[in-house]
C-alpha cells in the first residue's frame, strides 16, 4: 500500500517568489491536511480539505492558500515568499475528518527554503 | 482558542528507565487524544491513541492514561530503548473536529 506522496521534497526559492506544493493521499482517503514546521515549533496546522472542501483553517495570512481535487489530491501555495516561510511542509491523509478518531498519515515533507 | 500544554519540552533517561511526557488540554468537549512519533527526518506516525471514555490504554511498553477532570493525558514509555529516541506529540480534538497539537517533547535515550 502506498503511502502519502509529497513533491518536491526539497526546493529552494527566493523572496517574493511563490512556491506551489503537491500532495498525493493514500488511496481511499478523502481528507488532506497540512502543517508547517519549524524547529522548535512544533506542528502549525495550515488547513485540512475534505471531499473537495476546506475544513479548518490555522491562523496563517491569506499568502497561503490550498486546494483539493476530485481524486483527493492536495496542492498548496504560497505567494509572496518571506524568509520565514523557510520550513518542512508536512501533509497527512486520513479517512476521515482528522478529529473523528481516524489515524493520521503523514508524508515526509517538502523542506523549503527562502533566500 | 483551545490549546494543548505539552512538557518537558525535553527528557532525558538512561536506557532501561521509563519516560513519562505529560500534555494538558482546554476544551472539556475534547473526547480524542493521539499520540504521535517523529523520528529524525521523517513524518510523525502514530504509536497510541486514546478517547474520553476509556482511563488507560496499553501496547506493549507504551501506555496513555487520561484524567478527564483534571483535562490531562499522558504518554508512559518503560524499559526504554534506543529506538525510543524521537520527538513525541500529543493532540486533543475539539468540538469542530479539528486536532490541537502539543509543542512537542524531544525524549533523549542515554546508554
Known amino acids: 500500500k502506498a503511502g502519502v506522496t509529497q513533491t518536491p521534497r526539497y526546493l529552494i526559492k527566493t523572496r517574493g517568489q511563490q512556491v506551489t506544493l503537491s500532495c498525493s493521499p493514500i488511496?481511499?482517503?478523502?481528507?488532506v491536511s497540512w502543517y508547517q514546521q519549524t524547529p522548535g515549533q512544533g506542528l502549525q496546522f495550515l488547513f485540512e480539505?475534505?471531499?473537495?472542501?476546506?475544513?479548518n483553517k490555522g491562523n496563517f495570512p491569506g499568502r497561503f492558500s490550498g486546494r483539493q481535487f476530485s481524486n483527493s489530491r492536495s496542492e498548496m501555495n504560497v505567494s509572496t515568499l518571506e524568509l520565514g516561510d523557510s520550513a518542512l511542509y508536512l501533509c497527512?491523509?486520513?479517512?476521515?475528518?482528522?478529529?473523528?478518531?481516524?489515524?493520521?498519515?503523514f508524508g515526509e515533507g517538502s523542506r523549503l527554503t527562502v533566500l | 482558542g483551545e490549546n494543548v500544554e505539552q512538557h518537558p519540552s525535553t527528557l532525558s533517561v538512561q536506557e532501561g528507565d521509563s519516560a513519562v511526557i505529560k500534555c494538558t488540554y482546554s476544551?472539556?468537549?475534547?473526547?480524542?487524544f493521539p499520540w504521535y512519533k517523529q523520528e529524525l527526518g521523517k513524518g510523525p506516525q502514530l504509536i497510541i491513541d486514546?478517547?474520553?471514555n476509556v482511563g488507560e490504554k496499553k501496547d506493549q511498553r507504551i501506555a496513555v492514561t487520561l484524567n478527564k477532570t483534571a483535562k490531562h493525558f499522558s504518554l508512559h514509555i518503560t524499559e526504554t530503548q534506543p529506538e525510543d529516541s524521537a520527538v513525541y506529540f500529543c493532540?486533543?480534538?475539539?468540538?469542530?473536529?479539528?486536532?490541537?497539537w502539543g509543542a512537542g517533547t524531544k525524549l533523549i535515550i542515554k546508554p
Open positions: 476544551d472539556s468537549a475534547s473526547n480524542y
Open positions: 497527512a491523509s486520513s479517512r476521515d475528518i482528522q478529529g473523528q478518531g481516524g489515524e493520521l498519515f
Open positions: 486514546i478517547r474520553s
Open positions: 493532540a486533543a480534538s475539539i468540538s469542530n473536529y479539528q486536532l490541537i
Open positions: 488511496s481511499g482517503h478523502r481528507s
Open positions: 480539505y475534505f471531499s473537495e472542501t476546506q475544513r
